[in-house]
């Protein structure tokens, strides 16, 4: 297999490290969640994506299209694996399933349970009966299932920046698409009260820390002989 260039490891690096520091931002300053959830929630704001069509769109069906991708891809990767397909596209097959499994998730799955954290709408500030509780706070016990940090439909958003690692040619434009998909999932996610801030920022790192790991994992098993799908 083609290793990935240095270069393209330390843009990598360089990405997650940025994303890390701003996702760090509403951490330090909690305001900034209150903030910016008050002009979404408020009676009448300026512009109120949640109207808008596609932003419905994305909040009722973006995990299950991953979640079926991440199935699909899966499925391809052992059916390919078996039949001494190209390692390069085994590969591929299993970098995406499995990234956006443990990505997109189980990651963020986890960190909702570890942080039970409460949506903006339960909140006592916009309307709710629960306690506002900064990013990062363990075990905030304001919410019992299906938390709010992290935000699984954004972290799906920011998971195309991952595939710079599958195409380093390409990494800017990857790059790109992974911020645009993920910025305008976070809108739609926040302008329906479903998300704080800072559970969209803590989106990106999380979901580029799993797919890095993912990258590592299959580079040295297929590099070694201990996967399927030599050829």
């Not at 797919?211 to 297929?222: A, H, P, R």
Request: with cysteine.
């Amino acid at each position: 297999m083609t290793r990935s260039p240095l270069r393209n490891r330390t843009v990598f690096l360089l990405v997650l490290g940025a994303s890390l520091a701003v996702a760090l931002l509403p951490v330090f300053w909690p305001q900034m969640d209150i903030a910016a959830a008050a002009y979404f929630l408020q009676p009448e704001p300026p512009i109120n994506p949640a109207q808008w069509k596609w932003v419905e769109l994305v909040n009722e069906y973006i995990p299950d299209l991953f979640r079926g991708l991440a199935l699909l891809c899966i499925a391809a990767w052992i059916v390919l694996s078996l039949l001494r397909r190209s390692r390069r596209v085994c590969i591929a097959l299993a970098f995406v399933g499995i990234s956006l499994t443990l990505g997109p998730g189980f990651s963020t799955w986890a960190v909702k349970e570890y942080t039970l954290r409460a949506r903006p709408f339960d909140v006592i500030e916009f309307g709710g009966k629960r306690q506002f509780t900064p990013a990062l706070e363990q075990a905030a016990g304001q919410c019992s299932d299906n938390c709010a940090f992290t935000s699984g439909h954004v972290a799906c958003g920011f998971f195309f920046a991952s595939l710079m690692l599958l195409d380093p040619r390409r990494r800017w434009l990857w790059i790109a698409t992974g911020l645009l998909a993920g910025g305008l999932v976070s809108v739609a996610r926040m302008s329906v009260g479903a998300h704080w801030l800072s559970d969209t920022l803590w989106a990106l790192p999380i979901t580029l820390a799993a797919s890095g790991l993912v990258w590592v994992i299959l580079n040295y098993f297929y590099k070694h002989g201990q996967a399927p799908g030599r050829s």
